[in-house]
């Protein structure tokens, strides 16, 4: 008889967890509607655009930005126009469920880092407002790299950085040089500010001013004389330079490498070998956030190590000097 109440107990306690097992999954299949198709996260920022689907307000904006035109639907790929409304309600609802704990383990988590980075973010603009260089610099580097939950832009990078710069920061000089001198998917390079913004950097030491400049001496960049001494010589200065810094990527260190490993006379083994093992180094305590590029460099780097050969230059698209 004592065993009955038992039995029930246990019985309405499986029948409780059932039900709360039915109700998180109700939520998390409600909260999948909200899940921005582009970021593929819960938005911080939520907006309803034209195709009646909820978006992260950076997202679809930089979508806009450099989606072809007539614009169209990321999702339905109908054609759109560019109104956005704010969804509070959606973001209110976020935000009731994750301070009741009721969204799933992985929700939560990325909903916890982004509240964080969010405040980070507020906290480097509000900085940058009041004029500080610092704070644009990082916000710049944020936006080049899409740090912080923002999406990567270019343009919002320059404009940061060009703040820096005009306060002072030689490291805003550099990141400009480099950025014009590369150009992106969606910006075409310019050399004659990258000329600009690298021999500003250049004479005050900043690795990357430093490699920028070297690069438009050796490829003759926005009309300079063709210099591969003096181009390399510089290259050589930044790379040292950013030994200190951390301010260049596996990309560059494998480039000069191949400069001395290649295109110049004498062969300068040696030194090609030191590079390639900076490279290595870089690439590898970086690699959790390496893009794909930069990757192939790094493997290209340690392809040369192992086999102490000449590699194709024009397989990964270094210019040859004339």
Known sequence: MSTL??????RIACEQYTSCKRIKSAIDKSLEEFVCPITRDLPFHPVLAEDAKVYERSA??????FAPTPLRSPV???????????????KNFIERMAESGALAKEKAA???????????????????????????????IAYYFGKYGLMSDVYE??????????????????????????????MSKCEARALRWSSAAAVQGDALGLY??????????????????EGLKLMTDGAEASLKTCAMNCSAYVTLALLYANQITPVDTKTA???????????????????????????LARDWLSKHGQQAVAAIGIPQLS
């Open 5 to 10: 109440p038992a039995l029930k107990r246990a």
């Open 60 to 65: 679809i904006e930089t979508w806009f930005k």
């Open 76 to 90: 339905t790929k109908e054609p759109m126009g560019t109104k956005l409304v704010p969804a509070c309600h959606i």
């Open 110 to 140: 990325a909903w916890s880092k982004r509240t964080k980075d969010q405040a980070k973010v507020e906290e480097l603009r509000g900085k940058m407002r009041k004029g500080e260089a610092s704070a644009a610099l990082s916000l710049g």
């Open 157 to 186: 990078a320059i404009r940061c950085y060009e703040q820096a710069a005009k306060s002072g920061s030689v490291e805003a000089m550099g990141r400009l040089a480099s950025t014009f001198f590369h150009g992106s998917e969606s």
């Open 212 to 229: 920028t400049l070297g690069n438009c001496y050796m490829y003759g960049a926005a009309g300079l004389p063709v210099d591969v001494k």
């Open 273 to 299: 070998s030191k590079w390639m093992r900076v490279a290595v180094r870089q690439g590898e305590s970086a690699c959790e956030n390496t893009m794909h590029a930069q990757q192939t460099y790094l493997e």
